[in-house]
């Protein structure tokens, strides 16, 4: 399935009052966000394209063909940005998986696709699942199974891998999602590993550490009256960022664009199962004769 653009319609209007010469798309992915930037801001002069998965930003190329001249593509973790240019009018992060990343088996994100125990959006990254599941011991996979993954049966989770792998490792995400699925109850339509698996893909890829530590570093780098917009996932994603930007706008730098979280809308979400849990947020650098 490609990946359709979540909250794309209000990214954009949120844009609109900004004339944008360089943006920072720290999460580019398939380059949906990037496309509809790109050709509603003919201004842009540079617009960086990070993606940590080296395969998203193969796809993106295709996507953003029509603007290469402009796009600067940066295989990176956006808490790594760039040292050039030294300022964005627009940083976009869209946190989480791409439709692509959880459709390729071979990545091992999906339960219902069998595949390796990876996870990891950067290949290159230390630790895959197949680390945490076949070797954490069983309070630390409970710990993260409630911590990062909310999820109430985390003692019953964390017991069942222990006992399964105790006769033979968990090799696929199969493997796993059977072994949950016989302990774990199904929740209305979510599979019964739903929020294990969130749990684990948020602990190899380190998800919540990253984002605490760029959303200072990346505001830090807008220019005046620059928009650093972010769509989250879930909750604990979403406490972070609303939590930051409360910080950054105390400190007088900054000012919420909008006070509450944008959703989607119900047209969108029926369109798109997958953005129904998004929220926006956005702040703005103040310039230095308003602070
Ligand atoms: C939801 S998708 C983005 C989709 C994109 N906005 C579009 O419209 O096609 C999230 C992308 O962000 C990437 N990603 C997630 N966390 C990242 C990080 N810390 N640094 C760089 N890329 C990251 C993932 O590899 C994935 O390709």
Known sequence: MSHIPV?????????????????????????GHAK???????????YTACDQDTEALCLSKATLAPFLAKVVFYHNNFSNPPEDP???????????????????SSRGFSF???????????????LSADEIVNRWDRASLERLFREYGE?????????????????????TTLDLAEAIARVLPRRGRMHPATKIFQALRIAVNRELEVLKEAIPLLAQRLSPKGRFLVITF???????????????????????????????????VVQNPRSRSAKLRAIEARPPEEE
């Not at 879930?234 to 909008?258: A, M, P, Q, T």
């Open 7 to 31: 909250l794309l319609d209000e990214v954009i209007e949120h844009l609109a009052p900004c004339q944008l010469s360089t943006v920072f798309d720290g999460t580019c992915g398939a380059g």
């Open 151 to 171: 999820e109430r049966g985390a003692r019953k989770a964390a017991d069942a891998i222990v006992m399964a792998r105790g006769r033979r490792p968990f090799r």
């Open 112 to 126: 219902v696709r069998e595949g390796p125990l990876d996870m990891r959006m950067d290949v290159e990254g230390p």
């Open 36 to 46: 509809a930037i790109l050709e509603a801001h003919p201004e842009i002069v540079q």
């Open 234 to 268: 879930h909750s604990l994603e979403d406490r972070i960022v609303k939590e930051s930007f409360r910080d950054l706008v105390k400190g007088g730098s900054y000012s919420l664009v909008f006070k509450k979280p944008l959703a989607p809308s119900r047209r969108e």
């Open 86 to 104: 030294k300022l964005f009018d627009a940083i976009l992060l869209d946190l989480g998986v791409s439709s692509m990343q959880i459709d390729t």
